[in-house]
């Protein structure tokens, strides 16, 4: 069993930054891949980026390739989703979640934080 807990959204200016990070309870966790979504109002949960479990290899949405950057820290049970240049179409609520693959479907993760809120203004 993995519990996740997402942190660090809040309302940023567009081009600014902002650092999410999700808490992982668990001692597999360090077995998991761990993927980041978001859902804007009214629209489907989207991917934004995963990171496997050991080699680090990731995967980014064309959206947030080169904007944004996955960690992790298998010792603190900890990912972080490293936003820069944050757009006002960024804004959305944040999940992270946990599962067997690099995957970009939600449907492929079995475990999922509460999610945090990121507001952009223009």
């Known amino acids: 069993q993995v519990q996740l807990v997402e942190s660090g959204g809040g309302l940023v200016q567009a081009g600014g930054s902002l650092r999410l990070s999700c808490a992982a309870s668990g001692r597999t966790f360090s077995r998991y891949t761990t993927g980041w979504f978001r859902q804007a109002p009214g629209k489907e949960r989207e991917f934004v980026g995963a990171?496997?479990?050991?080699?680090?290899?990731?995967n980014y949405a064309d959206s947030v390739k080169g904007r944004f950057t996955i960690s992790r820290d298998n010792a603190n049970n900890m990912v972080y989703l490293q936003m820069n240049r944050l757009k006002p179409e960024d804004t959305a609520i944040y999940y992270c979640a946990a599962g067997q693959s690099v995957a970009e479907v939600p449907g492929e993760y079995d475990y999922w934080g509460q999610g945090t809120q990121v507001t952009v203004s223009s």
């Open positions: 990171i496997s479990s050991t080699s680090g290899r990731t």
